[in-house]
């Protein structure tokens, strides 16, 4: 196959994703005597479209799935998406208000009709893109959390629960979403700082005098039943047992001692309105205190907030209530206040703490074995911080509220009868499991959408049926997710693990950041900083698009993206094709003479003991018959050596979760020590005097090891690149993952490269100060620290070949002449002189011109500096720029005089 211009991915990804689906590559073989390595993709939510972070994420999971493919694990990446209960719900509402539908005139099963279609619409888009972002996933066992075995599993997770006492349905606190119409977890809650107002408000008492209290939510004080002092507070303990009267409603409230109370808040009485705070909610419960509902689930005021405030919203409530308590007088004072405020991730609502009926999780005993595995490190964070993260929180849980007023979601199996009992069931039931009646009612709410989410290792893999994929493929090997989403998904499903599989669900679990724009904002549909990451594939390319992100995103980082990065990858992606083309170029002008034809498939392939390692290796990775032994020269030991500390380091990333320094290592090893330094070196035997042969099998050998190396990261091109290599077979992601081999290591090449670097890179900037033109020859005179000049003598030609040398002279007696420019590399230095190669006129006249204007910009920083009223008023950071520019200025006038001085100007 020959290589085109240029990597044509447009042409290149549709054909290799038929292929690989063709021929089911992503499908694991069972049975399988390899050992198993699985990911389960988190599901993306149907309300939209995939974004840059999930391109992150997918792109993290592919990368580790694709390696451990090609190492020789049975690895399965199941696929699935997520119905994403109050999300999708509320879009699904948007998009039938702009059709002049209104969700309250629809019935729950018209309501649903819609949900389904708006589900498949986003699904299909979904899937498209997962696809061409070149995901490895295995579509045969695609499932949603929405379908009929994940509702089976879900049914038998609340019955199994139910019955062991872990659910329970209670009155308490919850937190309410006016805007979504339902109640949601403490992990939906975003808390924001925001600047507020303390208001203190005067109560009266039933003997004389008053009390005053602070709140930051005067409305709720219409549900006050008591106020309440610290135990601690001596001054208080008077009036402890005396009564108060609310304002405005005018109920007695006793005033009672609670440990909960902060002595230090406001003047030390606080009010305690136990429907609508959880603190007051807990002191209510000690007390024995009512609960009185001011304020309903649309934020609205009832009719117990007083005739006056029935009805009205609660920010309303709030302006007329302040201007009565000032009528009044017993609006004490008010004050700025800053504080936190709990608002809806989803649609930034403030939430509303209020008293309801819900359906509860008891964690504690669900959080207790998940704390002893993460302990015991059987399960593992990369990066390392959020393993404290995730224990802290666990150590701290509480209970969770699994029941949402929805329509889009697991209906909760729980059914009532008329006489009030109920029935908890698997099987939608017929009759009361206990007066059997048969007028049966179905809860109306609906299962939080993390209550299917939580079984997400096991349930796509057939539970709560014994499969073979379960026995196979749990526990999974990794968890690749948002470090945001840790306390909703990853602890919750280490706990159903424990509790429903009797082991860990993951045995890593691996956290990326949040991708951010440039202006370090998430990424969102709404503020329109989101693209389609088709459309970034169509302009960049999915290998271009899938290396910059990975490379750019250290684990658990913020990542802040910009399409302009994507030109990283993209130039990467075409200096590996350039590179594969003049490579692959060669091997067609005369790889088959040098090496006889392909050898056949079914032939063996190794090469001969006596042939040396890289033979060995070389013959065994590409089924060819060599039949020599090379002359391995230093450069190429150097090379192999390189090559195989970059295999080293990049399996030692991957494995280490560090998937971006394992990208990084292989861009600089391919883009410097290969295309920057060996194959400008390997130029000089393939198109002039050498062994062709061993230099060619060098270049061969490391081509296909950076393919099958790179192919978990950029698979398009490197499935292009491997079907064109001469020596290959299949498909590169079933080819093995090179492994490094220590035996290549030569020491003493490395040393004598890294000599070779050095006084390349410092002729070449002697070049570029002086100007010398590209095309120039120069003399390269090269001062030695010893006599012994075995190092120079075997770089000779690759001395003269990199830094266009005509003459090359070396050794301890050189001397620095008039005209000469020279550099410092270690103990050697580089000299070369000047006259003949340099406009030495031109170059002193443009020196001369460039020394005058730093003299006067030097100047001008001077008198800056001199002067007692900028330093005393400028602000400090724009006096230490000025010192900072005074010594950039000081240090080129130094280079400028030495330049100066190296021509033959006296100064």
């Known amino acids: 196959m020959t290589l085109g211009r240029h990597f044509d991915f447009k042409t290149a990804q549709p054909r290799w994703n038929e292929e690989w689906e063709r021929s089911k590559a992503f499908t694991p073989q069972l049975p399988s005597d390899k050992e198993p390595y699985v990911i389960v993709l988190p599901p993306p939510n149907v309300t939209g479209i995939l974004h840059v972070g999930h391109v992150l994420g997918d792109s993290v999971q592919d990368v580790l799935i694709r390696w451990r493919r090609m190492q020789g694990y049975n690895a399965l990446y199941v696929p699935g998406t997520d119905h994403a209960g109050i999300a999708t719900q509320k879009v699904v509402e948007v998009a039938l208000e702009s059709r002049g539908i209104k969700r309250a005139d629809l019935s729950r099963e018209e309501f649903l009709e819609h949900a389904w279609e708006w589900k498949e619409q986003k699904h299909t888009h979904i899937v498209s893109q997962m696809k061409n972002l070149g995901c490895s996933l295995d579509w045969s066992r695609e499932a949603f959390t929405l379908d009929e075995p994940r509702s089976r599993a879900v049914r038998e997770v609340f019955v199994r629960l139910y019955e062991k006492g872990l659910i329970y349905r209670g009155n308490y606190i919850v937190n309410w979403c006016p805007s979504c119409g339902t109640a949601i977890s403490d992990e939906e809650v975003r808390y924001e700082e925001k600047d507020a107002k303390l208001y203190w408000i005067k109560y009266p008492l039933t003997g004389g005098g008053h009390v005053v209290v602070a709140t930051t939510r005067p409305e709720t004080m219409l549900g006050d039943t008591a106020v309440a002092v610290s135990p601690v507070d001596s001054s208080k303990k008077p009036l402890v047992g005396k009564t108060a009267v609310l304002p405005i409603i005018g ?484 080819a093995e993952y090179p492994e490094a081999n220590d035996t290549l290591v030569d020491h003493s090449a490395v040393a004598r490269m890294e000599l070779l670097q050095g006084l390349v890179t410092s002729a070449r900037n002697i070049r570029a100060q002086y100007r010398v033109q590209p095309s120039a020859k120069i003399e390269l005179r090269i001062k030695t620290p010893s006599a012994d000049v075995a190092d120079i003598e075997a770089m000779d030609k690759d001395l003269r070949q990199l830094v266009r040398a005509d003459r090359l002279g070396f050794g301890p007696d050189e001397v620095k002449a008039k005209g000469s420019a020279s550099s410092p590399v270690g103990a050697y230095e580089v000299i070369v002189p000047l006259a003949g190669v340099a406009d030495l006129e031109a170059e002193l006249a443009r020196l001369r011109k460039e020394k005058s204007k730093i003299e006067s910009e030097l100047a001008v920083v001077d008198k800056k500096l001199s002067n007692p009223n900028f330093l005393e008023k400028a602000r400090e950071d724009v006096v230490s720029k000025a010192k900072d520019k005074k010594e950039l200025l000081i240090t080129e006038l130094a280079k400028i005089d030495e330049s100066l001085t190296i021509i033959g100007e006296d100064q």
């Open 251 to 734: 109920r007695e409230l006793p005033i009672i001692e609670d440990a909960v109370v902060d002595p230090e808040f406001g003047s030390g009485f606080v009010k305690v309105t136990p429907a609508h705070d959880p603190n007051d909610f807990e002191i209510g419960q000690r007390h024995g205190l009512p609960h009185v509902v001011v304020i309903d689930r649309e934020a609205r005021m009832t009719q117990a907030a007083g005739e006056q405030f029935n009805g009205l919203d609660r920010w309303e409530c709030r302006k007329r209530l302040l201007e009565e308590l000032e009528k009044e007088g017993l609006l004490d004072k008010v004050e700025p206040y800053r504080h936190s405020v709990g608002q809806h991730d989803r649609c930034g609502m403030v939430i509303e703490p209020l008293l309801s009926r819900e359906w509860f999780v008891k964690m504690e005993p669900l959080a207790r074995p998940a704390i002893d595995v993460v302990e015991k490190r059987d399960i593992e964070f990369y990066p390392p911080r959020w393993r404290n993260v995730y224990l802290s929180w666990m150590k701290n849980i509480r209970d969770w509220c699994i029941s949402r007023q929805l329509w889009w979601g697991h209906r909760i199996p729980v059914w009532y009868c008329p006489e009030g009992h109920l029935t908890v069931s698997r099987e939608d039931p017929t009759a009361c499991g206990t007066c059997g009646s048969s007028r049966l009612t179905q809860d109306e709410d609906v299962l939080d959408t993390w209550f299917s989410s939580w079984l997400w290792t096991f349930s796509p893999l057939g539970w709560p049926d014994k499969t073979r994929d379960l026995e196979v493929f749990h526990p999974t090997s990794v968890m690749v997710t948002g470090s945001e989403i840790i306390f909703f998904w990853v602890a919750r499903m280490i706990m159903a693990s424990l509790e429903f599989m009797g082991e860990i669900p993951f045995r890593d679990v691996y956290l990326t950041g949040i991708v951010r724009d440039t202006q370090g904002r998430k990424m969102s549909k709404s503020l329109g900083n989101s693209p389609d990451p088709l459309d970034i594939i169509d302009r960049f390319g999915t290998d271009a698009f899938r290396f910059t992100l990975v490379m750019l995103s250290p684990p658990g980082r913020d990542v802040f993206f910009a399409e302009e990065k994507l030109e990283t990858g993209r130039n990467f992606i075409n200096k590996l094709w350039q590179a594969s083309r003049l490579i692959l170029g060669a091997y067609e002008s005369d790889g088959e003479g040098l090496f006889g034809k392909r050898a056949d498939a079914s032939g063996d392939a190794r090469a001969s003991s006596t042939a040396g390692p890289f033979v060995a290796a070389f013959d065994h990775l590409y089924n060819i018959r060599l039949g020599f032994e090379p002359e391995i020269e230093w450069e190429d030991q150097w090379f192999l050596n390189a090559l195989e500390s970059c295999v080293a380091d990049v399996n030692d990333g991957l494995g280490g979760g560090r998937l971006n320094e394992a990208a990084s290592r292989i861009y600089d090893f391919f883009w410097s020590d290969f295309c920057d330094w060996y194959l400008e070196l390997a130029k000089i035997r393939l198109y002039g005097e050498g062994d062709k042969r061993t230099v060619l099998a060098v270049l061969l050998y490391t081509l296909g090891q950076s393919v099958r190396l790179l192919h978990p990261f950029v698979p398009y091109v490197t499935e292009e690149l491997w079907e064109a290599l001469p020596m290959t077979e299949g498909l590169a992601m079933k």
